[in-house]
Nanobody, 124 residues
């Protein structure tokens, strides 16, 4: 069974960095596509980044391209989101998501498993 737990959120000044982690306690992590989404108050959940099970393909949302990096360590059952050059508009709850297929990898509906979310706040 897939169980995702995010960590690493917090408060940071604009221009700073944070690294989010998403750990899976199950046994199928290496066969899952992993993604990060975020949701700010009053807005829809937004695609941030995704990585295929092997790490061979990586995708980013336009608003984070060049600043965020997604990665995974299948030996540790963990996915990461390194966030650099943070902006106040990056403030949101960040969610980790997983799915064995994720056919439309940028779509919220493609993911069957979700973490509880971690708050990221960027002050100006």
């Amino acid at each position: 069974q897939v169980q995702l737990v995010e960590s690493g959120g917090g408060l940071v000044q604009a221009g700073g960095s944070l690294r989010l982690s998403c750990a899976d306690s199950g046994r199928t992590f290496s066969r899952l596509a992993m993604a990060w989404f975020r949701q700010a108050p009053g807005l829809e959940r937004e695609f941030v980044a995704a990585i295929t099970w092997s790490g061979g393909s990586i995708y980013y949302g336009d608003s984070v391209k060049g600043r965020f990096t997604i990665s995974r360590d299948n030996g540790k059952n963990t996915a990461y989101l390194q966030m650099n050059s943070l902006k106040p508009e990056d403030t949101a709850v960040y969610y980790c998501a997983a799915d064995p297929t994720a056919l439309a990898i940028r779509n919220v509906g493609s993911y069957g498993y979700w973490g509880q979310g971690t708050q990221v706040t960027v002050s100006s």
